[in-house]
């Protein structure tokens, strides 16, 4: 997910998506752990996505 697409995206919805990505990291953590996933990046990359709408997140409420 890229930034321009995280700005377009209202508060709430934010905060949806960002509990989806966590809970989606969570499941990909423990599945790689039982049996390792064919792309182990993938990880790295739900996580990036997780920091980055925390990010825009947090630039929200600095600016309210």
Excluded at 15 to 29: C, D, F, I, S
Excluded at 46 to 55: G, N, Q
């Amino acid at each position: 997910m890229k930034n321009e697409e995280i700005r377009e995206l209202d508060t709430k919805e934010l905060e949806e998506r960002l509990e989806a990505e966590v809970a989606k990291y969570t499941q990909m953590k423990l599945n790689h752990a039982i049996t390792p996933l064919e792309d182990p990046s993938k990880i790295k990359k739900v996580r990036r996505d997780i920091a980055r709408m925390k990010t825009e997140l947090h630039q929200r409420e600095l600016n309210k």
